[in-house]
């Protein structure tokens, strides 16, 4: 069974999506594989670390956190029927996750974050291309069927979601494990796993290839207070900056 988690303007909710046997069959089969790769790297298991936000090299390993679980996750898996259907065209715009159980030894709780544009809505103005091959319903008050000849442009008036290759988290009951701080943060706030930055995180930081500064001496560290440090290692735990360096020397070459 596959759940949607909702946020709309601030306030989070969770509600079941109806699926033919087959669909649900190969979602199943679909996030069952993307568990697997989840934990390697190129065929290698991938080592898994306490969260640290000023880990320069947290996307190379497993992060984890000990999660409290407070949207509900847990409960929509153990008691599924207490959970109304999703409304298309009611609930689809604020979809910001969807997630399923996975049975090991334990219940895993599959996540995968939705973005904006996986989303099929009438209103995004999506145009849909159909070919004989295909059996589309409905687009648009017209039938399309497998003997329409040739290839067919018709803008959607329907709802679908695309799913992404991979999975955003894993929550194992009682600890949530992740690749992007970035990405996971997404879907749920964990800034209060967020801490000071230590000195030797903000030495990383100063030694980024984007940030780079002779002047980040240990007397230039003592000068941040504890919400810019804090700020350094939220910086450091999103991991873009560490993707600035061509931008950076681009900016750097026009101003010489």
């Known amino acids: 069974m596959l759940f949607g988690y909702f946020r709309y303007e601030h306030e989070a909710f969770i509600k079941r999506f109806e699926l033919e046997k087959d669909t649900d069959e ?8 993307q568990y697997k790769k989840f934990f390697t790297e190129e065929g290698e ?20 956190i000990e999660f409290d679980d407070p949207e509900g996750i847990s409960s929509a898996i153990q008691n599924p029927l207490k959970y109304q259907i999703c409304d298309p065209k009611k609930d689809l715009p604020y979809l910001v996750a969807v997630f399923t159980a996975y049975k090991t ?3 895993n709780i599959l996540i995968q974050l939705i973005e904006q544009r996986r989303l099929l ?35 959607a008036d329907t709802f679908g979601l695309q799913l992404d290759n991979k999975l955003t988290a894993v929550f194992d009951g009682s600890n949530l494990l992740f690749r992007s701080y970035f990405q996971v943060n997404r879907i749920f706030d964990l800034s209060e796993y967020l801490v000071e930055a230590t000195e030797e995180t903000m030495k990383d930081f100063f030694h980024l290839e984007s940030i780079y500064s ?5 007397n230039l560290i003592k000068q941040f207070s504890e919400s810019q440090r804090k700020k350094v290692a939220r910086a450091m735990a999103l991991g873009f900056i560490k993707n600035l360096s061509g931008l950076c020397e681009c900016g750097r070459t026009r101003l010489d």
């Open 121 to 155: 809505l009438p209103n995004n103005r999506w145009i849909l291309l159909a070919h004989s091959g295909l059996n589309i319903k409905k687009i648009k008050g017209a039938l399309l069927s497998p003997d329409i000849n040739g290839i067919t442009l018709a803008e």
């Open 45 to 64: 298991n991938l080592d898994i670390k306490e969260f640290y936000p000023g880990d320069t090299n947290s996307d190379q390993c497993i992060s984890k």
């Open 26 to 33: 190969r979602l199943q089969s679909t996030f069952r594989d």
């Open 105 to 107: 030894d334990k219940t």
């Open 214 to 218: 002779d002047a980040a001496t240990p």
